[in-house]
């Protein structure tokens, strides 16, 4: 018995066991979310495809290293560090897009929070009421509509591609702007706080290629401004005269007035959340997910 115990006492005096102190373990958490953060960005965006294609090189490369196939492994060595940059420029649009969506993400402001409850709200409710009025006045009618709502992050270069307005909300001034054979009906509103700031500015088109073949550039447009800011995009469709609200890159469809407006008043109170957003009734198109 004695000598199965000082075997088993020796045994593990071969073994390292080594120090595992808070930071080590407060790194191995860091690592993990980044990890996880990195599987789902990939999954949610074509980079996932791209990468499955990378998989696929890579066992080939591992099958002619077992094999020795020196012809194979000599093209892969030599190639390698154009492959690199390859990659780097097939990946530019998602690493671009992971880019913005990390600058979205208030971290800093975070840290900073005093814990006050206080709610400023973006714009005023009689903004809402006018907003509303006339999306659904012009959804009546089947008159295009296109208005973007700033929110954190500022939509300066897309202005600047419009014509200045500056002036309050009203349902006369929006239906006015997008009434047929007018001036400034072609484009996108956008809208900071209580003001329209610009008409006819250009959005950029979403590039997703799981957006629903039936819509159109306008809907497209409204997509694509959600994918590249936390804005909120109201759109009226053309052709069928239906509400739909882009945001984070998903598209909700067929909305009524109360909906609409309950949409608002996340963003009036500085409160977007997309998942929430799910929560409320809108045919969603098969969209990105953020």
């Excluded at 093209?75 to 780097?88: D, H, L, P």
């Excluded at 999306?135 to 700033?150: C, D, H, P, Q, R």
Aim: net charge positive.
């Amino acid at each position: 018995m004695e000598n199965i115990l000082n075997a088993f006492s020796s045994f593990f005096k071969t073994i390292y066991f080594p120090q595992i102190h808070i930071t080590d373990i407060l790194e191995i958490l860091l690592i993990s979310f980044l990890l996880y953060q990195i599987i789902c960005w990939f999954k949610k965006s074509r980079a996932w495809t791209l990468l499955k294609g990378i998989a696929v090189l890579a066992f080939c490369w591992l099958f002619a290293a077992i094999f020795e196939l020196n012809t194979i492994l000599w093209i892969f060595r030599n190639t390698i560090s154009v492959g690199i940059i390859a990659i780097i420029i097939i990946f530019q649009p998602e690493l671009r897009n992971a880019l913005e969506q990390l600058g979205k993400r208030n971290f800093i402001a975070s840290l900073f929070d005093n814990g006050s409850n206080e709610k400023k709200e973006r714009f005023s409710a009689k903004t809402t009421n006018e907003l509303v009025k006339a999306v659904f006045e012009m959804s009546k009618n089947k008159t295009g509509a296109l208005i973007v709502i700033e929110q954190n992050v500022a939509l300066g270069d897309y202005e600047r591609t419009g014509i200045p307005i500056d002036a309050m909300v009203s349902s006369q001034l929006l239906v006015n702007i997008f009434e047929h054979n007018t001036p400034l009906h072609d484009g996108a509103v956008i809208m900071r706080n209580n003001r329209i700031v610009a008409a006819t500015c250009y959005l950029p088109l979403s590039d997703n290629l799981e957006i629903n073949k039936e819509l159109g550039t306008r809907h497209r447009a409204g997509i694509g401004i959600s994918e590249v800011s936390d804005s909120m995009t109201i759109i009226v469709s053309e052709e069928t005269g239906d509400v739909s609200v882009a945001v984070g890159g998903e598209l909700f469809r067929k909305l009524d007035a109360d909906n609409l407006k309950k949409k608002l008043s996340y963003i009036q109170n500085n409160s977007l959340d997309v998942k929430r957003f799910r929560l409320w009734k809108g045919k969603k198109n098969e969209g990105k997910t953020s």
